[in-house]
């Protein structure tokens, strides 16, 4: 290949997908490759290549975090089923040290959950100083699934936004850097992945028949989205909106968008905080 | 090479490295190779080959928890400083989905930890049905490092040896694997390990002047250790003594170990808990 792969961005990743407010969500083209001049492979190359550089960010935050740091990243991952979160978490975060990661998935609140405020369960999962928390689904659900499905009336969910946004101020005041991921799947694309759900026996435990209900509420989902999108993307907790249809495009986006975030960060490794050469004597005698 | 590398286990791992009561741990040849006739790049090339392997056993009791099961493992990861057990969640827990790993290092006991029993700190963490739970030190601390450093009277430590076999056998009776790994560095590796962590600046973060005085104090350690391994390697609970001056041979055996575990549960996919044929059909409508 003649360009070194990074080259193929011909619009930096933020750039092509942070959301700007106002954006019609339904003319997303959900297998496009935004800011991307390359094809498949090359993106597969690039991300293959950026895995030691992630890792090694990701150590030094860890490290940092050792140290007395304060400093974290915390990766927000929603979309429908399907969309392709899980295999973000594999082969993304599967790049970097298991030993610096606190990943949670959010699912339908438990019955201890349930007696709290929706963002108590979240509050207990943010990352601690020197991690990378990876949350799968997240306190967003509570203006995505819930509206949906009117678990409460709009006069209850319509406070949350604002809730959302003084929540993830505090986050990231506290020193974790926020990035948030909506990956968008087309509704064919996601009807193909269901099907293979359903062929494949050890997929079966994958699929709910609950899955078909969504997809009859999609335009819903897709309001709700739009709305999520507009209201809770701000400065600090920035939403990018990944088109999921093509899985080694999100997976390179969010590669990008996660080494790009570590890179913001930059951390140095920490100085020691003994005199080495006195500790060089004392191991030599040992 | 003429013969398939997992041949190359003249004894298989289990037996080379289970611990049998009452023998001399200082006797114990750290850069040995127990059970393995192969050099080091068979040793890696097995473990690469494992890999796919042990990822698809993860996905499987994680499956298996999705769908109500009460399956899970524990690996408990045991060892001085620089005898590896950072290496072995990279390299070995590295190889399987993040998604699935709860993993927890287990540092000096925090203020609110210190407010509870020891125990306390360790059921927390203990991992959910169908997760890979990960030990970075643990319960046994408490007849290892506060014994050897006397943070408790004899009278007090010893009645621990008991309290950790009944809580493991309460844990193992729930539904969890127990895989207990002790790693064993020799004194003269350790030496070279922490003057490279001296010397290299990316380094420094994981050096502490106590590793000295634990250096000043490994008779003492040794003498813990046995009586650890002696009194509490239990049939539902067993420590597998791993020498760990050779980083490959120990991965190798953590590797190996695991996957003979996960392989125990002998975990199928879940069956559909749905009409597979009737979803066809609702998907194909929808």
Redesign the interface.
Known sequence: MAKKPEKLWKTPVDDALRWVRGTDLTALDQSATPGWSGKKADGEELMAARGPELAELQERLF?HG??GGDRSVLLVLQGLDTAGK?GI??HV??MV???G?Q?R?FGVPTEEERQHDYLWRVRNALPRPGYLG?F?RSHHEQVLVVRVNQLEPPETWRTHFRELNEFEAEVAASGTLIVKVALMVSADEQ?AR??ER?ER??K????N?GD?DV??KLPEYLAAYQEMLDRTSTEVAPWYVVPADRKWYARLAVTELLTGALRSLDLG????D?D?ET??A??AA?
Chains 1, 2 share one sequence.
Request: glycine share 8%; proline share 12%; charged share 25%.
């Open positions: 490290a050792r140290t899980g978490v594999r975060v599967g040290d298991p030993q990661v990943h998935g990876v799968d009807k269901l099907a359903l026996p050890d079966h435990w994958k699929y028949p078909i997809r009859t490794w920490p100085p020691a003994f080495v500790e060089k004392r191991l040992s």
